[in-house]
């Protein structure tokens, strides 16, 4: 029976994977660049529901910054920063100071960009839209979205036993 639970995770974490980096990769244009609109983002505020998405939200944030132009800082910084964010979100108790933890964690892919940019006024700008895209993603999008969710008895049974 073990078995059977630990496939259907894997399964499970998979598809997450997979959702989150086709979310990201289908629309490159708004998900790479310093204004990062990822749809993808609002799925991190499952893991204020249940830590059992974590691995897949990793595995599919990776998978997404593989194609971005600077894969390098993305594929370390940008999964790393999301890791750090996912440990935070599944320790807070409010679904709106969660969705905070991302937007103040993109921080660690821009101090990867600093060592690049010559002028730190160009870094704090970029950090700066890296975090207001990310809040409006998440802390906007996401929060309303999760709220209307949360409403759905379906939908919060599935991420609950997630």
């Known amino acids: 029976m073990k078995n059977n639970l630990d496939t259907n995770y894997l399964v499970k974490s998979a598809v997450v994977a997979a959702l989150y980096a086709v979310l990201t990769i289908m629309l490159p244009m708004a998900s ?61 108790k409010n679904l709106f100071i969660s969705s905070l933890w991302p937007v103040l964690m993109v921080i660690v892919p821009a101090l990867g960009t600093y060592f690049i940019l010559d002028n730190s006024i160009s870094f704090w700008i970029m950090a700066g839209q890296f975090m207001a895209s990310e809040f409006v993603m998440v802390s906007i999008i996401g929060v309303l979205v999760f709220k209307i969710l949360e409403k759905n008895d379906g939908f919060m049974k599935y991420v609950y036993e997630f």
């Open 32 to 92: 790479y660049g310093p204004i990062q609109l990822r749809f993808s983002e609002i799925m991190v505020l499952l893991v204020f529901y249940n830590k059992r998405f974590i691995p897949g939200l990793v595995l599919g944030c990776a998978i997404a910054n593989l194609f971005s132009p600077m894969a390098a800082f993305d594929v370390t910084l940008g999964t790393l920063s999301s890791l750090i964010a996912f440990e935070l979100i599944k320790r807070t």
